[in-house]
């Protein structure tokens, strides 16, 4: 099993089990308590194990054969997994608030012992779920939206643990809704980088982590390399990059051992695994447009 099949397996698998036990429990008990922070959460936690599954079954899919009307494979299909991760963190975020202001009007919760004691058994599931994503989201943006996931449920329920002490300490049981919002908020501004870099990568713009700049210097290293244009960057899913580009060559050189070397030294850059260049003819007219 290759090392990106190996990080779409028990990982998942834990984190989708243990969640959906956990949302069982948290339902049960938010709705004996009377808890809006505990039931909004447990709805959270399910937006969360259908992110997670959405998250596992595109990374399946992207391992995939190509075929001849899908000629780059269908890597493609974890960036939709982390688009859809960040509109699920986002879209259970809002529905937060929304839930938290229509209950500030209600006298809230009052088993805050409770409460807090039920929403730290959901910190610990949530951040030990996070934590099995969190070496591989570094490199593959579809992971990090199972992550970003599980490290948001997990502040989620930290946020319920504290208003939970806080009701027991004071009596106060709007602070349940108070909470729930303060937390949304958060996990939204910290989210919001994970819908940016999915929707670029939908756009077909660079990655956030391949510099443009040193594939120009690469290129330009080459002294047989007379002028380039037409240089094209973009991802292809979350862990491959093609670049694509036009060169002419100054006269008398060996054009076939320039692209040989040009092709390695590209595709020994970060992520780059697809490479076409173009060597254009001496008298085509060229101008760089990058």
């Known amino acids: 099993m290759s090392k990106h099949r190996k990080q779409y397996g028990l990982p998942f698998k834990l984190g989708i089990g243990l969640n959906t036990l956990y949302i069982v429990f948290e339902l049960t008990f938010g709705t004996l308590f009377g808890s809006v922070a505990l039931m909004t959460d447990a709805m959270h936690n399910l937006s969360d194990v259908l992110g997670l599954i959405v998250s596992w079954l595109a990374g399946i ?21 982390a688009f859809a991760n960040a509109v699920f963190v986002l879209a259970a975020m809002i529905w937060i608030i929304i839930e938290a202001i229509a209950n500030l009007g209600t ?3 009052k088993q805050g012992l409770g409460v807090a004691a039920i929403a730290l058994l959901g910190v610990l599931v949530n951040f030990a779920t996070a934590f099995l994503f969190q070496k591989d989201s570094k490199k593959d943006l579809n992971i990090k939206g199972a992550f970003v996931h599980m490290a948001a449920d997990g502040m989620v329920s930290l946020g319920v643990v504290i208003s939970g002490i806080l ?6 049981g709007r602070i349940d809704s108070l909470t729930s919002i303060i937390v949304a908020v958060i996990v939204i501004y910290s989210s919001w980088g994970l819908l940016r870099q999915s929707l670029q990568l939908l ?23 007379e002028n380039y244009h037409d240089l094209h960057v973009w991802g292809i899913g979350t862990n491959d990059v093609a670049v694509s580009v036009h060169i002419s060559l100054k006269r008398n050189v060996n054009s076939a051992k320039v692209l040989e070397l040009l092709t390695n030294r590209l595709k020994g850059l970060n992520k780059v695994t697809h490479t076409v260049i173009q060597i254009d003819c001496p008298q085509a007219e060229v101008e760089n447009d990058y």
Do not use: N
């Open 61 to 81: 899919i992207s391992f995939k054969k190509r075929t001849p009307k899908m000629t780059y494979g269908y890597k493609q299909a974890t960036v939709l997994g």
């Open 107 to 109: 006298s809230g919760t």
């Open 167 to 172: 009701i027991s300490l004071t009596g106060w």
């Open 203 to 225: 756009m077909s713009a660079v990655p956030d982590d391949v510099d443009v700049e040193e594939i120009v210097q690469v290129i330009q290293s080459f002294g047989a390399i």
